[in-house]
């Protein structure tokens, strides 16, 4: 069981969160739990989320369930499954999230996961999609590299991080960084909106 509960400079509660998570483990570290939250929010000014669905100023008390399992970090290939449902000021979100990751070896590592969120609101509805691939490969105890893509339905964008590392001893760093973002038109086309490339060097003096 936790709380956490955040105010203003006057003591007045603008988020408060109860939690109460019931948990099993196995020996080899596969886990499931079941999440039971009481939340409350004080929004002050609207917003919006998505840049589509418009959330009053008000006062939202709302509860959420959410119940995940997975297999243990250990194992060659591990298996993420988690559901959340419930309130969600004013309306109703369900979020679903699934990843499988494949650790081939101490050199190979790649990762795939997906997070769909329906989202109803007095205001309208919505379903956003963010799907993600991670891989890590280590050619050596020197150089790694290590790839991050991320594709966002919400504001159709595609984004890539890939970092090339080489470390030939302690203390010594050298890190090429590549960012690149790409834009999907409504044809499923893509357009370049962002690359950029650095060059960091580390080097620790001592003394």
Known sequence: FDANQVTDMDGNVLSRKLRFRPSLYSHRD??????????????????????????????????RVRAEIATGQQRP??????????GFFGGDRLEKFVEVQWRQSAYFFLGLSFTENIVDLPSGSYTSHLASLRSDVAFNSQWS????????NTADVVRVNSRLRYVPEAGRELLLVLNHGLSVDPSNRLSTTQNDLNLKVSYTFRY
Do not use: C, H, K, M
């Open 145 to 152: 590299l290590g790839t991050f893509i991320q594709y966002d």
């Open 30 to 63: 596969d886990f499931l739990f079941v999440d039971f939250e009481r939340n409350r929010e004080v929004v002050l000014q609207d917003f919006n989320l998505f840049g589509r669905l418009n959330v009053p100023a008000g006062e939202y008390d709302f509860d």
């Open 77 to 86: 290939v591990r298996l993420v499954l988690s559901v959340q449902d419930g």
